[in-house]
C-alpha cells in the first residue's frame, strides 16, 4: 500500500515521515516542534479540481481513520 523513499521536504527542521501510494496521492507526518502534537501534509493530484478536492477529503478521511485506529485500539 505504501512506499519508501528519501525526500528532501521544505518544512522546519524535523522528523518527517512521507508516504506515498500508487495513484501519485501521498502523505507526510510531523511532529509540531512547538507544541505536543502531530501534524499531518496531504497531497493529491487528479484530472480535475473538483475530482481532485473528492480525492482530497477521501484520503484525508482514510488516512484519519486508521491513525485513529492505531490510537485508540
Do not use: H
Request: hydrophobic share 40%; net charge positive; charged share 20%.
Amino acid at each position: 500500500m505504501f512506499t519508501a523513499q528519501q525526500e528532501v521536504i521544505n518544512l522546519a527542521s524535523s522528523n518527517v515521515l512521507k508516504f506515498w501510494l500508487q495513484d501519485g496521492s501521498w502523505f507526510a507526518v510531523r511532529s509540531s516542534g512547538t507544541e505536543p502534537k502531530v501534524k499531518f501534509y496531504f497531497g493529491v493530484k487528479q484530472a480535475t479540481e473538483n475530482r481532485s478536492e473528492k480525492r482530497l477529503q477521501e484520503f484525508q478521511t482514510n488516512v484519519m481513520s486508521a491513525v485513529e485506529n492505531m490510537v485508540y485500539t
